[in-house]
Structure formats: C-alpha cells, structure tokens
Nanobody
Framework: VQLQASGGGLVQVGGSLRLSCAAS??????MGWFRQAPGKEREFVAA????????YYANSVKGRFTMSRDNAKNTVYLQMNSLRPEDTAVYYC????????????????????WGQGTLVTVSS
C-alpha cells in the first residue's frame, strides 16, 4: 500500500499549486489532505469519499482550495488558489478503507494510511 503525494513547491502570495496523491495497493473509501506547519499539530484541510457526495473543507481554506478525485486512477487532487503565507506547511495525503462520517472525517487518527508529505512554501 502506497500513497504518493506530489506537486508541492515554492509559490508567491496569491499564487496557485495543485497537489496530487496517487494510491496504490488498495481501494480507499475516504481520502483526505492534512497539513503540518513547523511547530504546529497536523490539521485537517479537505476530504472526500470515493462514493461521492459532500467534500469537506477546513474553514481556513474554504473558497480557495478544491479537492477532487479520479477513481479510475485512484488519485485525488488538491487545487490551491489564492495562497497565503499561513498555508505554508508539509501537506500529507491520508486514506482509509472506511467510509467516514461527517463527525470523524476531519480527525487525524481516523486515517490509517499516510503519504510521505509534500512541502508547500508561500513566500511574501
């Protein structure tokens, strides 16, 4: 089982980046993006279910970030627009075989599989 995240980099304030996470070895019913800034705890960014329906976002990224999926490729994406310095962090792709409910989909401990992380740096 492997989650391969890519797409991070250095971008100026207001710029955009697109992260990708390709899953292999298993089909996951819930996939999410989390991030961790230096000295801070890992926090929820966005998540969705393979079956479709609501896509969940952290309030801090709502309206700027868009998560999507390609089930045929077993890949999820995170389109990040209007980036701010406070978006600087290592972004992690996470996945779980369970189909999470709204009350748990934002919780770090609910995900059993994690990618290696990709660094996003927003410079001012």
């Amino acid at each position: 089982v492997q989650l391969q995240a890519s797409g991070g980099g250095l971008v100026q304030v207001g710029g955009s980046l697109r992260l990708s996470c390709a899953a292999s070895g298993r089909t996951f019913n819930t996939m999410g993006w989390f991030r961790q800034a230096p000295g801070k705890e890992r926090e929820f960014v966005a998540a969705l279910k393979r079956s479709g329906g609501t896509i969940y976002y952290a309030n801090s990224v709502k309206g700027r970030f868009t998560m999507s999926r390609d089930n045929a490729k077993n890949t999820v994406y995170l389109q990040m627009n209007s980036l701010r310095p406070e978006d600087t962090a290592v972004y992690y792709c996470a996945a779980d075989e369970g189909s999470k409910i709204a009350s748990s989909i934002r919780t770090v401990s609910e995900y059993h599989y994690w990618g290696q992380g990709t660094l996003v740096t927003v410079s001012s």
